[in-house]
């Protein structure tokens, strides 16, 4: 059943506000993130944090705690405490629950300090760390420096661990290119006395040639890109014990076309448990090694699919009985909760339903519930639930509308719920996660009051499959007449674990709508089959053969774009960034017909030039899949391009790298279509700061030119 939307309100406060007093009009420097004025434009915020169980809050100048009956704050800590070389406390932490210690870091050194003695307790330098993790048990950190992994302890003491770091073996960070939610490569037993590490060898990696423009004479700065079917880089995990300092590495067997991930220390911290996934990424294991010799001890778990699995969360053992965790898994279809023991024994299915666990929060130890986030209210919604492990039992807390995320305390009685709903800017609710009682600390106003704003409309059609239904998002002008034919821009992404609506404000809208929406201009965006929080089917639709159940289920919406007598037909245009400018060029040669105006950014080209992790996943190699891979590659649409294209790129992108735009280029120059082309020197896949402002300005430049 369709979520009922309260549109009828939100166009009629619109319409009474541009008919009864002049409106403010957007510029990209208010609605670009960018922009001068975006952080003014911006719903207001709390930045607030948990010193054990007590809420707190984060200031530039300023730090304390909040009343949790009356939202009440007090400064506990300023600026002018600490002394001269610390600029805001935004950044401070709270590691210890029983001690009045805070931890800040300036880059120049990390300090505890006592707010209560006002004075510093421990200090420890902090210069020229990279990736650094620091342990609150042992109060050791370990980072990178010049490419060797290093530990600075407790007393102050600074060791190296390794010698051969290189760009070629890379010690201490995220690995995989970042797949599989790998976001780090130190991981502390909770004790502090081991630190397991990534080790990557990529000496076998060809390098992509990229080039620094800003040098005297252009040099030569290549990046390791294991491309899809060659070579790729071979992991190995290594334990650092803080007492014997020695170091050792766990047995997994021959690292080559195998993938290291999730790793979990246990409770303990005896035991390290990992999952391993073949180059395939079929075949899943979780697997326990001896963190003291590197032993492999047993495997636990085993989970395989046609097509692929990809485990993107480690177990998480319960805090009231360690002999057993809840694992995550898409087995049954949706991203669900499991719970095992430590034989490997499923226990029982904790969530089940046509549904997808979006995001596991914590525990509430004394009632012995777990805290998620899932889509069970409605699919555009995420909402908060506890989870009772002995039955599955589950309860919805905090509101019941909108989009929400939580940060929990430590013992999980408490809760901080950020959300927000298409008519909601920002709530800020504290929630007893026991009773479900609430305090609102924050009620965000619009911050685009007085301004001329669109009409953002949500709604559904039919996929092509003729069955599934697909949610989409239109933005309409303010001065918006049913009875005028507008120039309409499709915009689009469209790949994996990405959406593009949700019942959060304005529907997830992105700015940038919101100006083409004032220059006179109608948007639309759909989520096809293939994007996230819709269920493994869903996603894996596009199997070796990206862009074609996309390109049909955006034909779709094309085809209910034609039906509004409101829409001008002849006057379509397509714009997306990164896998959206794949969509981009995808759609505009398929269907040269249909769209006058295209703006592709960061765009594939041809899956082959693609990485190794993620385009394996979805399109195999291409020596296994050589008709799927030929049939998506653009190089051979060139010859099709009918209305206008601008290609735009980062001229360093390390993503989706040069080659592909410049080879579209090339096979468009040797069958006489012409494309135009932009780049941005020395940017890389996004362009940052206020270059994304000139971004937007060329890209809406563009479609004023040619569709308006």
Known sequence: MMMKIKLASICLALITASTTMAQKLFTLEDLNFGGKNYYNMSPKNLYLTWWGDQLMYQDAEETGTVDMKTGKRTAVATLNDLGKGWHSMMNVTYPYADKSWMLLNNGKERILYDWKKKEIVWRQTSANEEHAAWNKASKTVAFVRNHQLWITTEGGETRQLTTDGSREIVYGQAVHRNEFAIDKGLFWSPDGQHLAFYRMDQSMVEDYPQVNTFTDIASYEPDKYPMAGRRSHEVKVGIYHLGTQQTIYLNTGAPTDRYF??????????????????????????????????????????????KYVEPLTPIVFLPWDESRFVLSSRKDGYTHLYLYDTSGKEIRQLTKGAFEVERFVGFNTKAKKIIIETNEKHLLQRNLYTVDPNNGKHKLIGSDEGVHHGRISKSGEWLIDYYSAPEIPRNIDLINTANGKLLRLLTAEDPWKGYEQPFFECGT?????????????????????????????????????????????????????TYMAQKGYIVFILDNRGSERRGRDFEQVTFRQLGQAEMADQMRGVDFLKSLPYVDA????????????????????????VFKVGVAGGPVIDWKWYEVMYGERYMDTPQTNKEGYEKTSLLSKAK???????????????????????????????VGTQPDFFVYPGEEHNMLGHKSVHLHERITNYFETYLK
């Open 461 to 513: 059609i039919k996929a092509a499959d003729d069955s599934t239904t697909l949610f989409y998002r239109m933005v309409k002008p303010a001065h918006f007449d049913p009875k005028k034919k507008y120039p309409t821009v499709v915009y689009v992404y469209g790949g994996p674990h990405a959406h593009m609506i949700e019942a959060s404000w304005h529907y997830y809208s992105r700015s940038w709508e």
């Open 570 to 593: 002849d006057r379509l245009g397509v714009h997306g960034w990164s896998y959206g400018g794949f969509m981009t060029i995808s759609l505009m040669t398929n269907y040269p017909d």
């Open 261 to 306: 991930t999730n790793i979990r220390w246990s409770p303990d911290c005896k035991l390290i448990y990992i999952f391993e996934l073949n180059r395939d990424q079929n075949d899943l294991r979780l697997v326990v090694y001896d963190g003291q010799t590197g032993e492999k001890l047993r495997e636990i778990y085993h989970e395989t699919h046609e």
């Open 640 to 670: 099709d391009l009918k209305g206008k294209l601008q290609i735009i790129i980062g001229m360093n992108d390390p993503v989706v790298v040069p080659q592909h735009a410049l080879s579209f280029i090339n096979a468009c120059t040797e």
